[in-house]
């Protein structure tokens, strides 16, 4: 089956428009037998809403997988959503939308969609199930249903390609979620017939359990079910890529004669000479209401050059991840391509957020230039932090300090600093001159944001105590023996001030200076024997605090 959308005859069938022009809408109820009951309505948020590019980035709350389809087109839909069961209007919904038009008459014509699927799973039967229908109906011939595809999607964990959600939103219970998968409508049995697409999506007949679905129809007039089909200059290989969401694939030659390759990427080193032909027959899971279909393809020679380079390993932090959509990431490749992320060899599994990947493993970026040239390439993720290993300091006596920069072998490509605190908060303005011991913290820091802070124990013995001492006595006359008052001060003390007072109050006597003494006169004169009174100010410069010392010093003449 060749492929070819449908051009002029479907406008707005993708929502390239970013509206609902010529499709309809409709909203109302499921009944207690499952019987869907709608009415035309206008499309509203909860009900039926257009997703677009301001939604880029945000995932499904069950699924976990990008509300915008991964392929590309910047528009698609919701149909349905969560429940409110607080408010019994919002239950039990059904929600449609359809489209009509007017299959080409001539030539095999096929239309490709994309869905993904949310639907919880009560203890119901299954005709009360929160249900995702997809019928097309030949409208010429009397609502005729066409019966391939056509899909009827009940929860469960035996459908086909779904899976249980984990999500902290699911709470225990039983919610399962279908990834973005394709579909295929062949249309080569109904040219010139008028045909109709019918979405929708239904919650549980009894009212308390939701079911929704995000679509969107192929709105590119140059897309086509198999990718990869052409190669440019300098390519030693090219890989046919089969459309996604299918059970098996089989590879042929053009007249379907020879099977060539089995699984859903083909990759033929040396490229085929240009305009060689290939079939590909596509098997669907059972019991989803898919055909078999057979799909051709033709492999083009492209006369550009063409060049996908990947770096072999990204780094990146564990709580931030590795970013591959870094330019430094694809540095060489050629201009103009457009980069699409995987996990899987094949390029069939998106990468949902590729510019923050926090499970390392290898990945796998695709390029592909406006001729359609195509490349898919590895890349390996891996993350850590910054390695730090601290060296054990010895104990030494103050006055000497220990340098913190000096307690580890640096790194180039690191940074580093210094703190008080485990959290890295009071930052260390002397950490080349510790002097004091305690357990001290070196953060290292990456160029891309990541950090690791390790403490390093300092052991610095103190300085004795000081002491600051004074005679109770003195007697200046001359003899050679006790003729001068002064401090004796030990230990680590900065001089500040000394003051002498008589009984009055007076200062009569005042020094900054440590070597400076008091030899009992005032102003040139003698003064008499009697009590006074010395005050000394001074500094603790090991433990930063301030001296105070004051004593009586009796004069004797």
Same mark, same amino acid.
């Given at each position: 089956?060749?492929?070819?959308?449908?051009?002029?005859?479907?406008?707005?069938?993708?929502?390239?428009?970013?509206?609902?022009?010529?499709?309809?809408?409709?909203?109302?109820?499921?009944?207690?037998?499952?019987?869907?009951?709608?009415?035309?309505?206008?499309?509203?948020?909860?009900?039926?809403?257009?997703?677009?590019?301001?939604?880029?980035?945000?995932?499904?709350?069950?699924?976990?997988?990008?509300?915008?389809?991964?392929?590309?087109?910047?528009?698609?839909?919701?149909?349905?959503?969560?429940?409110?069961?607080?408010?019994?209007?919002?239950?039990?919904?059904?929600?449609?939308?359809?489209?009509?038009?007017?299959?080409?008459?001539?030539?095999?014509?096929?239309?490709?969609?994309?869905?993904?699927?949310?639907?919880?799973?009560?203890?119901?039967?299954?005709?009360?199930?929160?249900?995702?229908?997809?019928?097309?109906?030949?409208?010429?011939?009397?609502?005729?249903?066409?019966?391939?595809?056509?899909?009827?999607?009940?929860?469960?964990?035996?459908?086909?390609?779904?899976?249980?959600?984990?999500?902290?939103?699911?709470?225990?219970?039983?919610?399962?979620?279908?990834?973005?998968?394709?579909?295929?409508?062949?249309?080569?049995?109904?040219?010139?017939?008028?045909?109709?697409?019918?979405?929708?999506?239904?919650?549980?007949?009894?009212?308390?359990?939701?079911?929704?679905?995000?679509?969107?129809?192929?709105?590119?007039? %140059? =897309?086509?079910?198999? $990718?990869?089909?052409? #190669?440019?200059?300098?390519?030693?290989? /090219?890989? *046919? !890529?089969? &459309?996604?969401?299918?059970?098996?694939?089989?590879?042929?030659?053009?007249?379907?004669?020879?099977?060539?390759?089995?699984?859903?990427?083909?990759?033929?080193?040396?490229?085929?000479?240009?305009?060689?032909?290939?079939?590909?027959?596509?098997?669907?899971?059972?019991?989803?209401?898919?055909?078999?279909?057979?799909?051709?393809?033709?492999?083009?020679?492209?006369?550009?050059?063409?060049?996908?380079?990947?770096?072999?390993?990204?780094?990146?932090?564990?709580?931030?991840?590795?970013?591959?959509?870094?330019?430094?990431?694809?540095?060489? %490749? =050629?201009?103009?391509? $457009?980069?699409?992320? #995987?996990?899987?060899?094949?390029?069939? /599994?998106? *990468? !949902?957020? &590729?510019?923050?990947?926090?499970?390392?493993?290898?990945?796998?970026?695709?390029?592909?230039?406006?001729?359609?040239?195509?490349?898919?390439?590895?890349?390996?993720?891996?993350?850590?932090?910054?390695?730090?290993?601290?060296?054990?300091?010895?104990?030494?006596?103050?006055?000497?300090?220990?340098?913190?920069?000096?307690?580890?072998?640096?790194?180039?490509?690191?940074?580093?600093?210094?703190?008080?605190?485990?959290?890295?908060?009071?930052?260390?303005?002397?950490?080349?001159?510790?002097?004091?011991?305690?357990?001290?913290?070196?953060?290292?820091?990456?160029?891309?944001?990541?950090?690791?802070?390790?403490?390093?124990?300092?052991?610095?013995?103190?300085?004795? &105590?000081?002491?600051?001492?004074?005679?109770?006595?003195?007697?200046?006359?001359?003899?050679?023996?006790?003729?001068?008052?002064?401090?004796?001060?030990?230990?680590?003390?900065?001089?500040?001030?000394?003051?002498?007072?008589?009984?009055?109050?007076?200062?009569?006597?005042?020094?900054?200076?440590?070597?400076?003494?008091?030899?009992?006169?005032?102003?040139?004169?003698?003064?008499?024997?009697?009590?006074?009174?010395?005050?000394?100010?001074?500094?603790?410069?090991?433990?930063?605090?301030?001296?105070?010392?004051?004593?009586?010093?009796?004069?004797?003449?």
């Amino acid at each position: 089956m060749g492929f070819k959308a449908l051009g002029q005859t479907t406008p707005n069938i993708g929502f390239e428009n970013g509206n609902f022009d010529n499709w309809q809408c409709f909203t109302g109820s499921v009944d207690v037998t499952g019987n869907i009951i709608v009415a035309p309505s206008q499309a509203s948020p909860g009900r039926i809403a257009l997703i677009g590019p301001e939604s880029t980035g945000l995932l499904d709350p069950y699924g976990l997988f990008p509300i915008n389809c991964p392929n590309g087109s910047k528009y698609c839909v919701k149909l349905g959503d969560i429940l409110n069961t607080a408010d019994p209007s919002t239950t039990k919904k059904a929600d449609r939308i359809s489209y009509t038009f007017t299959a080409p008459s001539v030539g095999p014509y096929s239309i490709i969609f994309n869905y993904a699927v949310v639907l919880e799973d009560p203890p119901h039967l299954s005709y009360q199930q929160p249900a995702f229908t997809v019928y097309v109906y030949d409208v010429t011939d009397g609502d005729k249903l066409i019966e391939c595809p056509a899909f009827d999607f009940v929860p469960g964990i035996s459908l086909p390609g779904f899976k249980l959600s984990t999500a902290a939103g699911a709470k225990g219970n039983s919610i399962y979620y279908k990834d973005w998968s394709t579909a295929i409508i062949d249309l080569r049995a109904y040219p010139g017939k008028t045909i109709r697409l019918e979405f929708t999506a239904n919650d549980c007949t009894l009212g308390g359990h939701f079911g929704y679905a995000y679509i969107d129809v192929q709105d590119d007039s %140059s =897309s086509k079910p198999i $990718t990869g089909n052409a #190669y440019c200059l300098g390519q030693n290989s /090219v890989t *046919l !890529y089969a &459309p996604v969401g299918f059970s098996d694939y089989f590879w042929y030659t053009a007249d379907m004669s020879k099977q060539l390759h089995h699984g859903a990427s083909y990759t033929i080193s040396p490229p085929p000479p240009n305009n060689t032909g290939y079939g590909l027959q596509i098997l669907p899971y059972p019991d989803l209401g898919e055909c078999v279909d057979t799909l051709y393809t033709v492999v083009n020679q492209i006369n550009e050059g063409f060049k996908l380079a990947v770096k072999d390993t990204v780094l990146g932090c564990p709580d931030l991840g590795a970013d591959l959509t870094a330019a430094a990431v694809t540095a060489g %490749s =050629s201009d103009g391509m $457009t980069l699409s992320y #995987y996990t899987d060899s094949l390029g069939t /599994v998106y *990468l !949902y957020q &590729p510019n923050a990947v926090k499970s390392a493993g290898t990945y796998y970026i695709r390029g592909i230039n406006k001729e359609g040239c195509m490349n898919l390439l590895p890349v390996y993720v891996k993350l850590s932090l910054p390695s730090l290993d601290i060296i054990e300091t010895r104990a030494v006596d103050y006055p000497i300090t220990v340098d913190l920069s000096k307690t580890f072998v640096p790194q180039a490509g690191l940074t580093y600093s210094y703190y008080s605190d485990a959290n890295g908060t009071l930052p260390l303005t002397n950490y080349t001159a510790i002097k004091y011991g305690g357990t001290y913290y070196i953060k290292a820091a990456s160029s891309l944001g990541c950090s690791v802070i390790e403490p390093v124990i300092v052991t610095i013995h103190p300085p004795p &105590p000081y002491t600051v001492t004074a005679p109770n006595t003195f007697t200046p006359n001359n003899d050679g023996v006790n003729d001068h008052f002064s401090l004796a001060i030990t230990g680590k003390v900065a001089f500040i001030d000394l003051k002498i007072f008589n009984r009055n109050g007076q200062v009569i006597f005042d020094t900054k200076s440590e070597g400076d003494f008091w030899d009992g006169n005032y102003n040139n004169k003698n003064l008499p024997s009697g009590t006074y009174y010395w005050v000394f100010d001074g500094e603790d410069n090991y433990n930063n605090v301030k001296i105070k010392k004051s004593g009586p010093i009796t004069l004797i003449r």
